[in-house]
């Protein structure tokens, strides 16, 4: 290229004047200088590392920033690399990667525990499920009252502390960083006891040989324990009064992750200069809890004995109130299941109890079963109504009163149909027939079961009076001897007869037939037998009084009680007999 | 508040402790010192402008028996190496420690105290002595525990050090 100008020019320039060497390095600095001493200048750049790693670096994050966004090949071809340097630092410092870290990992495993620890805790919960006592009923409600697990509400309640005191401490010196405790803990000389703290962990450490990153975690004195949180770059002390749950141990690599997250760059550079670590107070004063077992109180026994005297008399109350209460509904029970009582209403009012309802004067007598129910009649105000009830028993106990039935009669009621058997006078069973449909609750009274015994007698007397005879002296109207006890009982019975039928309005003919035996003439013998039938007729009208209904005829010897053969059937055949005609019955 | 973590070094009974007892509140008995090694005491001053919290961690007494637990230097910013005026050894033993203390804590500020000038009769280091420790670099004060003299201005002295470091 260096010749071609100069060929060029040789074509433009005489021959005979050939052009030496500086002339034509005159011309050619002349027309290409510029682009001469840019090339030069751009040698120097390529040369130029210094230079080439400025051009790069000004292009490189822009240049990373595209590719990452067309596809992957940056970053698996960077991979290894990356590999490689974390491994070379965690070779040569693993602190840098543990201080960056720190604040992550604990809270990653701990959610991991977390998680694991939440099954256990359920699986608690259930076996405390089956224990069951007064403070487990209690702290089972608490649970249900503030909504948390009740293997949690245990844990709080047996578990009892203060944490008092609360340390940051730088890790290295050993001086205090910031400081947080209780109203009642003097903490003028904390900076002291956080030194001494480093020291005493500085002296476990030497004198036991244990691992750097190792450390006391724990150091009890009687009722206090110190609780150390170590942090790569702090530490914080906690002193606690008391038996502290392990939820404060979370709580507190709570509190040193969040502050190694915050005050990363004042903890590394820390100078001595606490104030930067003034915000960090507000962590350590969150650790300040305290959980305090509710005070038992001591009561004197006298109040437990007016309590005793008190409750004993509620019981007692209660007890009596009770039994009212039960005597009442028993004795509301036993009216409403007594025939013939309507209880309408039953209240308690100002102590009394007050009843009204409706009531059958045949029921039975309330003030009856108010004292049988063990009520004083003082408690109770009642008012009943009269009603007729037409409970069946009612009805007939009803029909009993009203028809006084004689001790023959057996009633029964059927239905709307009272019953009578047995027997009973005539007159009660007319009466009774008019009377039974005018009771309540019966509609027919049927007595064909019911023997009437005035009928009866009736039937009976008349068969007696027909079956009689009076024997009289032959061919004579004297009776025989002895014949005038007969006449007088036959008297009685006509009597009665007499007495019966007008009960049962019968009219009663009673004839007197005389008989005599067939010896002698016709003519003389009903001559005779009328005289004799007329001689009993006169006997008995003067005995009687009564003149009507009897009547007296001779028949002679038409009808002979026994065939005549010997003396005694004749004297058998000389009497007067009777026939009684009753007209007029309603019931043959 | 600045705080500052100084250590008290030097050899066995140069008086350490006693040069730590007038000046500065503790709450901890001697019997630390025995037992762990170390007692804490702390010192508040005023360094030019600042106010600042010296806690001095008074370490036991190095003898043929007992070495000082280097541990109880970490994070130290700056020491008091004390040397009996009237036992010419313990200088070299101050001289051991300060190369023990130098690799285990870096370069801090010190000053090496000659004690118990009160007892003049008794002193045994030399000017010579002196001025070596001068040409090492060393700041170096006289004090007497028993009468108070240079010991606030040790104090302040390392204070003055450590917070222009």
Redesign the interface.
């Known amino acids: 290229m260096t010749d071609s100008p100069a060929n060029g020019a040789a074509a433009d320039v005489p021959s005979h004047q050939p052009p030496d060497g500086e002339a034509l390095h005159e011309l050619r600095s002349l027309i290409l200088g510029p682009e001469q001493d840019q090339l030069r200048a751009l040698q120097a750049r390529v040369d130029n590392f210094t230079l080439r790693a400025e051009d790069v670096s000004a292009v490189l994050p822009e240049a990373i920033r595209l590719r990452s966004r067309q596809d992957t090949l940056l970053a698996s071809a960077i991979r290894g690399t990356v590999e490689d340097a974390m491994q070379a630092s965690v070779r040569s410092n693993p602190g840098i990667l543990l201080d960056v870290l720190f604040p992550l990992i604990g809270p990653a495993i701990r959610k991991a525990i977390t998680s694991t620890l939440r099954s256990a805790i359920d699986s608690l919960n259930r076996s405390l499920d089956v224990s069951f006592s007064a403070r487990g009923l209690k702290w089972r409600l608490e649970a249900v009252r503030t909504g948390k697990s009740f293997a949690e509400i245990v844990l709080l309640h047996t578990l009892h502390y203060r944490v008092e005191q609360v340390f940051l401490i730088h890790r290295d010196s050993g001086l205090l960083l910031q400081h947080a405790a209780a109203a009642a803990v003097d903490p003028r000389d904390s900076d002291l006891v956080s030194g001494m703290l480093t020291a005493i962990q500085s002296f476990i450490q030497d004198s036991f040989g244990v691992q750097e990153g190792d450390g006391l975690e724990t150091i009890h004195i009687g009722e206090l324990t110190v609780w150390i949180e170590r942090g790569p770059l702090a530490i914080v002390a906690a002193v606690v009064r008391g038996s502290g749950p392990p939820e404060l141990r979370t709580m507190f690599q709570e509190v040193i992750e969040a502050i190694h997250l915050e005050y990363h760059p004042p903890l590394r550079t820390f100078q001595g200069d606490s104030a930067a670590f003034a915000g960090a107070r507000t962590h350590l004063e969150a650790c300040l809890t305290e959980q305090f077992e509710p005070r038992e109180r001591h009561i004197s026994p006298a109040f437990w004995g007016v309590c005793a005297v008190l409750l004993v008399g509620l019981g007692l109350w209660a007890w009596g109130a009770m039994l009212n209460a039960q005597r009442w509904t028993a004795y509301l029970a036993s009216l409403r299941a007594e025939p013939g009582i309507v209880v309408t209403t039953a209240y308690k009012q100002a102590g009394l109890y007050r009843l009204t309802g409706l009531r059958d004067p045949l029921a039975a007598d309330p003030q009856q079963l108010l004292r049988q129910a063990g009520i004083d009649p003082g408690q109770v105000e009642d008012h009943w109504e009269t009603y007729h009830a037409l409970h069946p028993p009612f009805v007939l106990r009803r029909a009993q009163s009203t028809l006084s039935p004689p001790e023959t009669v057996h009633l029964s009621l059927d239905g709307g149909v009272l019953r009578a058997t047995g027997s009973a006078p005539h007159r009660w069973i007319e009466d009774t027939r008019r009377l039974a449909r005018l009771i309540p609750g019966i509609d027919a009274f049927q007595h064909d079961q019911l023997i009437d015994t005035t009928l009866a007698e009736l039937a009976a007397l008349t068969q007696q009076i027909e079956q009689s005879t009076l024997l009289f002296r032959k061919g004579s109207a004297q009776l025989m001897t002895g014949q005038e006890e007969s006449l007088r009982h036959l008297s009685a019975m006509l009597h009665r007869l007499r007495e019966v039928a007008e009960a049962v309005a019968v009219r009663v003919q009673v004839n007197i037939l005389g008989h005599t035996d067939a010896t002698g003439g016709e003519g003389k013998n009903l001559t005779l037998s009328q005289e004799r039938a007329e001689r009993i007729l006169s006997s008995l009208t003067a005995a009687e009084a009564a003149t009507t209904g009897i009547a007296a005829w001779g028949i002679g010897s038409r009808e002979p009680r026994v065939e005549e053969v010997t003396d005694e059937d004749r004297e058998m055949n000389r009497r007067v007999s009777f026939k009684v005609i009753l007209t007029g019955m309603a019931n043959p | 508040?600045?705080?500052?973590?100084i250590c008290m070094l030097g050899a066995f009974a140069v008086g350490k402790t006693s040069l730590v007892a007038r000046f500065v509140e503790?709450?901890?008995s001697d019997t630390?010192l025995t037992t762990?090694?170390?007692k804490?005491?702390?010192k508040a001053m005023r360094a030019g402008r600042h106010r600042?919290?010296l806690?001095v961690?008074d370490l036991a007494g190095e003898d043929e028996f007992l070495q000082i637990?280097l541990?109880?230097l970490?994070?130290?910013?700056g020491y008091l190496l004390v040397v009996d005026g009237t036992r010419p050894a313990t200088i070299d033993a101050a001289i051991s420690i300060q190369k023990r203390v130098q690799e285990a804590v870096g370069d801090v500020p010190f000053v090496v105290l000659l004690n118990k000038s009160d007892l003049q009769a008794e002193w045994e280091v030399s000017d010579d002595t002196m001025l070596e420790l001068a040409d090492k670099g060393w700041n170096w004060l006289k004090t007497s525990a028993r009468t108070g003299i240079g010991v606030e201005d040790a104090f302040l002295l390392l204070a003055d050090m450590m917070l222009e470091a």
């Open positions: 508040m600045v705080q500052k973590k503790s709450i901890f630390y762990v090694g170390v804490i005491s702390r600042c919290h806690i961690w637990r541990s109880y970490r994070g130290a910013a």
